[in-house]
């Protein structure tokens, strides 16, 4: 047996023997596991490139949006370094199909959306993907998203060399003018961050569980913006959702403002790949 794989089970306190220690699937960022004792099914998470806070701040994403009690997560059990490398142990989730399990993840993702932080943002630096973001609270949306998300991703792209040249001017044009199509004072929705198709799934039951969030408190509409953006979310869900918390006139003027930032994201994280998508954008707004 591995050697992080038993110090992770000490540190649950789980003694039973070990029946079975398997490679998944967890996408491209880490290592993933199921792990199995007499006792406990876990999910297990390792990355020998990240620091510890990576996996602390998506188990605190898990935490938060557990303590509303609105939408499904896995339980965190625990985040651990073992010979340098972080690791995060969850809960294992067993999938099952249900016809219904759309129309709950709308209504309860709404749910999630209607709880309130105090303030735009998050109290500490984060991460999307795995790249860094800076983070603060602050008291006006627009700000927060100028100063925090798309500069952030600006600056990163200048270092890396995919942000230059007139992208980078629109860019910065698009920043000054916000305000003609997002709201400064938006509801200060809890939100995912980071919900693409896969960043859910059909638990036990047919529930659906949020997975891997980078949380925030911003406009809701954000989050369903990115959720259109490499689809994965059917008509259903998008009925159920606006049947609890309804998107606004406005949403189809700024919705490619929120995919914005997650394009960036991709363009830093994949490179030009997502270069015109960007620039399409960009002309969009502000020619």
Same mark, same amino acid.
């Given at each position: 047996?591995?050697?992080w794989?038993?110090?992770?089970?000490?540190?649950?306190?789980?003694?039973?023997?070990? &029946?079975? &220690?398997?490679? &998944?699937?967890?996408?491209?960022?880490?290592?993933?596991?199921?792990?199995?004792?007499?006792? *406990?099914?876990?999910? &297990?998470?390792?990355?020998?490139?990240?620091?510890?806070? +990576?996996?602390? +701040?998506?188990?605190?994403?898990? /935490?938060?949006?557990?303590?509303?009690?609105?939408?499904? #997560?896995?339980? #965190?059990?625990?985040?651990?370094?073992?010979?340098?490398?972080?690791?995060?142990?969850?809960?294992?989730? /067993?999938?099952?199909?249900?016809k219904?399990?759309?129309?709950?993840?709308?209504?309860?993702?709404?749910?999630?959306? @209607?709880?309130?932080g105090?303030?735009?943002?998050?109290?500490?630096?984060?991460?999307?993907?795995?790249?860094? =973001?800076?983070?603060?609270?602050?008291?006006?949306?627009?700000?927060?998203?100028?100063?925090?998300?798309?500069?952030?991703?600006?600056? =990163?792209?200048?270092? =890396?060399?995919?942000?230059?040249?007139?992208?980078?001017?629109?860019?910065?044009? #698009?920043?000054? /003018?916000?305000? =003609?199509?997002?709201?400064?004072?938006? /509801?200060?929705?809890i @939100?995912?961050?980071?919900?693409?198709?896969?960043?859910?799934?059909?638990?036990?039951?047919?529930?659906?569980?949020?997975?891997?969030?980078?949380?925030?408190?911003?406009?809701?509409?954000?989050?369903?913006?990115?959720?259109?953006?490499?689809?994965?979310?059917?008509?259903?869900?998008?009925?159920?959702?606006?049947?609890?918390?309804? @998107?606004?006139?406005?949403?189809?003027?700024?919705?490619?403002?929120?995919?914005?930032?997650?394009?960036?994201? *991709? @363009?830093?994280?994949?490179?030009?790949?997502?270069?015109?998508?960007?620039?399409?954008?960009?002309i969009?707004?502000?020619?």
């Amino acid at each position: 047996m591995n050697n992080w794989v038993s110090k992770g089970l000490n540190h649950l306190g789980d003694d039973g023997e070990v &029946v079975s &220690v398997q490679l &998944v699937s967890g996408g491209d960022i880490n290592e993933a596991y199921f792990i199995q004792t007499e006792n *406990h099914e876990f999910f &297990v998470k390792r990355n020998i490139e990240a620091d510890i806070a +990576f996996f602390d +701040f998506e188990a605190q994403g898990l /935490k938060k949006i557990k303590s509303t009690n609105t939408i499904e #997560v896995p339980d #965190v059990y625990g985040v651990y370094e073992e010979s340098g490398i972080p690791m995060l142990w969850l809960e294992w989730i /067993k999938r099952t199909k249900y016809k219904k399990t759309e129309d709950l993840l709308g209504e309860q993702l709404a749910s999630l959306h @209607l709880c309130e932080g105090s303030g735009y943002g998050f109290e500490e630096n984060g991460f999307i993907g795995k790249l860094k =973001q800076k983070n603060n609270v602050l008291d006006d949306w627009i700000t927060y998203y100028r100063d925090y998300r798309l500069y952030n991703q600006l600056e =990163q792209g200048g270092l =890396q060399g995919t942000i230059y040249g007139k992208r980078e001017r629109r860019l910065f044009a #698009v920043m000054d /003018k916000l305000d =003609q199509w997002i709201p400064n004072n938006p /509801k200060q929705s809890i @939100l995912h961050g980071d919900l693409w198709g896969g960043n859910w799934l059909t638990g036990p039951n047919g529930v659906p569980y949020l997975i891997d969030p980078s949380i925030l408190y911003g406009d809701h509409e954000m989050e369903i913006a990115f959720t259109e953006l490499f689809g994965g979310f059917s008509n259903q869900f998008y009925g159920a959702y606006n049947s609890v918390f309804r @998107l606004s006139d406005e949403y189809t003027d700024r919705k490619e403002l929120y995919q914005l930032y997650y394009l960036l994201v *991709h @363009l830093n994280m994949f490179g030009e790949a997502y270069g015109s998508a960007v620039d399409r954008i960009l002309i969009r707004y502000v020619g």
